[in-house]
């Protein structure tokens, strides 16, 4: 597998970052993680809607906010028969008013699916299984198996749903892990998202090979979390646009 970062801020995108969005890639097969807001524009078109699944974590728009634009793209060159297979978009059932607006859009060239908990998912080599996490909405972590080896995301989640998320991830090679919050704000410990410091937690507690934290605050610098996440767990980087790993 092949993972390349799309996006690692929240909740809004600038410049040089995007909203969260990973994509991963596993022979002729992409599967995008999340397509928040400034994602679509990593993608390479017509090309990268050919075999493309997307599956979005929860119905938070900076989470989603550029399935528009995709689907968009995927209409006008289905249109102008530049593609020809239907992105499949994998999308939690909650909120429902959301959920029916993104099926909706009839400019499209899509398919939707609604995961849940129980869902499994087969893309070529590559199995996709799901965790509810704790978090406003619905919302699940992801995990992504292929040649043996794992990929597994949080997505947005309270440090509530630690030992969930933990036993998910056991032994997984590459844990992307949001750490929104920075411990020396004063954080209560249970919140709506986890501290660099709990994102270290889980990564030590699941045994991971690597942790790549996720998620930032725009205003803050990126090496805070690496610094706040070692003093749990030391094979720690931060996501970063366009950086590619090879699994
Ligand atoms: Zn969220
Ligand atoms: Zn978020």
């Known amino acids: 597998m092949k993972l390349k970062i799309l996006g690692t801020q929240s909740p ?10 990973f994509l991963i890639q596993d022979e002729e097969n992409l599967l995008m993680l999340d397509c928040g807001s400034g994602t679509h524009r990593m993608l390479k078109y017509p090309k990268d809607l050919q075999n493309l699944s997307v599956i979005i974590s929860h119905l938070h728009r900076d989470h989603y906010n550029d399935i528009y634009n995709l689907q968009y793209a995927s209409f006008v060159f289905h249109n102008q028969k ?7 978009i994998y999308l939690p059932q909650s909120p429902n008013r959301i959920n029916e607006d993104i099926r909706a859009e009839s400019n499209s060239f899509a398919e939707y699916y609604e995961i849940s908990e129980d869902t499994k998912i087969n893309i070529g080599n590559m199995e996709v299984t799901f965790c509810k996490t704790d ?27 630690k030992e969930k998320i933990v036993e998910f991830a056991k032994g997984a090679y590459l844990l992307i892990c949001e750490a929104s919050l920075l411990e020396k704000y004063g954080f209560p410990e249970i919140n709506s998202h986890l501290t660099a410091r709990q994102a270290g937690i889980i990564a030590k507690e699941a045994k991971i090979q690597k942790l790549i934290l996720t998620h930032f605050w725009p205003e803050e610098k990126a090496k805070q979390y690496v610094k706040e996440a070692k003093k749990e767990f030391k094979k720690v980087i931060t996501a970063k646009e366009g950086k590619i790993l090879r699994l």
């Open 12 to 21: 809004y995108n600038t410049k040089r970052h995007n909203c969260p969005g």
């Open 82 to 88: 530049r593609i020809n297979i239907p992105i499949n």
């Open 135 to 161: 978090h406003p909405v619905e919302t699940y972590a992801i995990k992504v198996m292929a040649g043996g080896k794992s990929i597994v995301y949080t997505s947005d989640t309270s440090f509530s749903a």
